[in-house]
């Protein structure tokens, strides 16, 4: 009685020619991604072994923020300061400068990593939330299995040398993005430019942040830099602008104006040769479908994720949505109900296809309007 329906939505678009060039990226390995759509844009050998040196620093930081997001520890819960984390103070790696016996608030020891690169401060946030540093790599290795880091293992909370701490721009990648999307206020810390620390035993000392990008016009609030002499310079790094988020991450430049250089560059690139296209927002109404026999005659449907595509802007026009489902959906339908699948189609190609549900409940008419409506579909054809 009923016929399968493609609803064919066309996405409008400004459309403007541009040739899209490829970018050479003068590292090791490196990868950038388009946050929200999750789409790949560039990537280098991005699954060849890194020592991800203070890059290392932000798996530390994600483990004190998801046990104080599980109310496990508090910001301003003091840890008193050992003889192992003030030697790194004295050595000539990076420092916040903490003293034997100091107890130090987590809130600054975080700052002192994050914007200090402070290897002092975390082991003092390792040895204080489990007792010895190797157990808080434990839990760093175990965090990254979690989100899938498959090709990584953590042995220190900073990063300095050690053959066992390795991973990939990939998985440097994944964790960059659990730490946007579950501690976005953590985040914040990421772009702060300086952090001054009262020292005991001298005059406050300020140190500022060590991510170039910060320092240019780029629209960047992350993330971390690393550096070790056996895997040379390295940098994890996403801008925001325009309501796109771009995520890029590499190793092995040759210099520090090299890093700084090469990630700006990537970076430059998803921007000028891409565009973002929302195509859903999660829980909003997205069309609506006509029902049979129902108290309303169309009800509307949504999709339960945020649905974005990236599309090469000299090829935006080749990006067509559609809804397929059985016309019209009969009544009596529940809500949040799957009722229709909403396919993606780019270059005539599926790139991707996902449930559309009912935002409401749709009851049935009584039997008497059942039959006027059935009599009417059998003479007219109307439903």
């Known amino acids: 009685m009923f016929k399968k329906l493609f609803l064919i939505l066309f996405v409008s678009f400004y459309y403007a020619e541009l040739t899209t060039a490829n970018v050479d990226v003068k590292a090791r390995t490196a990868i950038l991604q388009d946050y929200y759509s999750g789409e790949i844009l560039y990537e280098k050998e991005a699954d060849i072994s890194i020592y991800p040196a203070s890059m290392t620093k932000i798996m530390t930081s994600i483990i004190a923020f998801d046990l104080i997001k599980s109310g496990d520890l508090k910001l301003d819960e003091k840890f008193i300061i050992s003889e192992k984390a003030w030697r790194l103070s004295t050595s000539g790696y990076s420092s916040m400068f903490i003293m034997v016996g100091d107890q130090v608030s987590v809130e600054n020891l975080l700052k002192g990593i994050i914007i200090a690169s402070g290897n002092d401060a975390c082991i003092a946030l390792a040895e204080g939330i489990a007792g010895t540093e190797e157990e808080f790599a434990i839990l760093m290795t175990a965090k990254a299995k979690e ?9 220190n909370s900073s990063g300095i040398n050690n053959p066992d701490n390795y991973s990939t721009v990939r998985d440097i990648l994944k964790m960059s993005k659990y730490l946007i999307d579950k501690h976005p206020k953590f985040y914040q810390i990421f772009s702060e430019k300086k952090f001054t620390w009262n020292r005991t035993g001298g005059d406050p000392i300020t140190q500022g942040n060590r991510n170039p990008l910060l320092y240019k016009n780029l629209g960047a609030d992350g993330i971390k830099t690393g550096y070790l002499a056996v895997e040379k ?30 990630s700006s560059k990537l970076l430059t690139y998803g921007l000028t040769n891409f565009d973002l296209v929302k195509i859903s927002k999660a829980n909003e109404p ?16 949504y999709t339960k994720q945020d649905i974005y595509k990236t599309i090469k802007k000299a090829k935006k026009k080749l990006l067509k949505v559609s809804i397929k489902y059985e016309e019209p959906v009969e009544a009596p339908i529940k809500k949040d109900e799957k009722v229709a699948v909403l396919k993606v189609v780019y270059d005539d190609e599926l790139v991707g296809e996902y449930d559309l549900l009912a935002s409401k409940e749709v009851k049935q008419v009584n039997f008497v309007s059942r039959l006027l409506k059935s009599l009417n579909y059998l003479i007219w054809g109307d439903v």
């Open 147 to 155: 989100i899938g880091m498959e090709n990584t293992n953590f042995a």
């Open 233 to 262: 310079y390295s940098l994890a790094s996403s801008i925001i602008r325009n309501g796109r988020r771009l995520i890029a991450v590499g190793s092995g430049f040759n210099s520090k104006n090299a890093r700084s250089r090469e």
């Open 286 to 301: 997205f069309e609506k479908i006509n029902v049979w026999l129902g108290k309303d005659d169309r009800v509307d449907v």
